[in-house]
C-alpha cells in the first residue's frame, strides 16, 4: 500500500528558530499533499493543502509566512515554521493520497511532535 | 461550513461486546467516508473506507453509510483491549482538491 515518510518523528526548538518538516509519498506520486496539526485532546485540523509546482493553500486563520510550504517535487513536501514560538509546539502530520489511483484514502505520515521552548 | 459531527465519548464496552461508533456530516455533496484510528501520540491510520450507501464489512469492522441521513457508522465485534483508541471519522470534501475534514474523533475503552 501507499507509504507516506515523514521526518523528523520528534524535534525540539528554541523559540525564535525555525523548523523544516520533511514529508515524502515513497511509492506513488502526490501532486497534492495535506498538511495537518493536532493539539493535545483535539482532532486534526487541516492547515494547508500542498500542490506540486504551485502555491499551497492554506485553510483561514493559518498564517501562510510563518508555515511555509513547498512542494518541488511530486514525492517532496516540506513545511517549515519560521521563528517558531511555544504555541506552535503540536503535532504535525503530512498526508497524501494516490490521486492516479482514483478513489484512494488518505494516508498519513507518522507525524513530527514539534516542541518549543 | 462543511462539519463533521461525532460523539466524543469515551464509549466504554466489555471486551467480546460491539462497539458502535456513529458520525454525521453536514456536506451533501460529500462521496467518501474513512474511519482511522489514532492511538496517542501516533498518526492516525486507515481502518475502513466506504462510499456506497449500505454496509461494508472487513474482519471485525463494518462500515455503514446512509447518504440519505448523512450518517456514516463503524461497528467493531468482538472488541478487544487493543481496540482502545480514539476514532476519527473523514469525510472527502466536494471540491477539486479533495480534502478530507475529520471529526473530533470518539474515544474508545475496552474494558478487559
Known amino acids: 500500500g501507499a507509504v507516506v515518510s515523514q521526518h523528523p518523528s520528534w524535534v525540539i526548538c528554541k523559540s525564535g528558530t525555525s523548523v523544516k518538516i520533511e514529508c515524502r509519498s515513497l511509492?506513488?506520486?502526490?501532486?497534492?499533499m495535506f498538511w495537518y496539526r493536532q493539539f493535545p485532546k483535539q482532532s486534526l485540523m487541516l492547515m494547508a493543502t500542498s500542490n506540486e509546482g504551485s502555491k499551497a493553500t492554506y485553510e483561514q486563520g493559518v498564517e501562510k509566512d510563518k508555515f511555509l510550504i513547498n512542494h518541488a517535487s511530486l514525492t517532496l513536501s516540506t513545511l517549515t515554521v519560521t521563528s517558531a514560538h511555544p504555541e506552535d509546539s503540536s503535532f504535525y502530520i503530512c498526508?497524501?493520497?494516490?490521486?492516479?489511483?482514483?478513489?484512494?484514502?488518505?494516508?498519513f505520515g507518522n507525524g513530527t511532535r514539534l516542541t518549543v521552548t | 461550513q462543511k462539519e463533521v459531527e461525532q460523539n466524543s465519548g469515551p464509549l466504554s464496552v466489555p471486551e467480546g461486546a460491539i462497539a458502535s461508533l456513529n458520525c454525521t456530516y453536514s456536506?451533501?455533496?460529500?462521496?467518501?467516508f474513512f474511519w482511522y484510528r489514532q492511538y496517542s501520540g501516533k498518526s492516525p491510520e486507515l481502518i475502513m473506507f466506504?462510499?456506497?450507501?449500505g454496509d461494508k464489512e472487513d474482519g471485525r469492522f463494518t462500515a455503514q453509510l446512509n447518504k440519505a441521513s448523512q450518517y456514516v457508522s463503524l461497528l467493531i465485534r468482538d472488541s478487544q483491549p487493543s481496540d482502545s483508541a480514539t476514532y476519527l471519522c473523514a469525510v472527502e470534501g466536494s471540491g477539486s482538491a479533495r480534502q478530507l475534514t475529520f471529526g473530533s474523533g470518539t474515544q474508545l475503552t475496552v474494558l478487559p
Open positions: 511509492d506513488f506520486q502526490a501532486t497534492t
Open positions: 498526508s497524501a493520497r494516490d490521486l492516479d489511483r482514483g478513489r484512494s484514502p488518505l494516508h
Open positions: 456536506d451533501r455533496g460529500s462521496q467518501s
Open positions: 466506504i462510499y456506497s450507501n
